[in-house]
Nanobody, 113 residues
């Protein structure tokens, strides 16, 4: 199984960035796809896309982030708008189903002044 994030980089406050996560080696449509980000001492759940098409966003990003998946391309995206300094960190993609979970290596988002 491979989980590969892409799309990170530098962005100005108020700007936008799109993260993508490509997953191979699983029956993608049967998995929940999550985006996490690193905060001091833990990884914080940011957004989820369930296998039934349901989505959830954490309160700090509601109204700014959007998550969607493309089952035909085994990819999940995270659109980040109105980016704030507090959004700067490493973002991780996770695919999970039951007791199975697979993580990506993470991708850096840096917010410049």
């Amino acid at each position: 199984v491979q989980v590969v994030e892409s799309g990170g980089g530098l962005v100005q406050p108020g700007g936008s960035l799109r993260l993508s996560c490509a997953v191979s080696g699983i029956t993608f449509r049967m998995y929940t796809l999550d985006w996490y980000r690193q905060v001091p001492g833990k990884r914080e759940l940011v957004a989820s896309s369930g296998s039934k098409g349901d989505t959830n966003l954490a309160d700090p990003v509601k109204g700014r982030y959007t998550i969607w998946r493309d089952n035909a391309k085994n990819t999940v995206h995270l659109q980040m708008d109105k980016i704030q300094h507090e959004d700067a960190t490493v973002y991780f993609c996770r695919a999970r189903s039951g007791d199975l979970e697979y993580w990506g290596q993470g991708i850096q988002v840096t917010v410049t002044s």
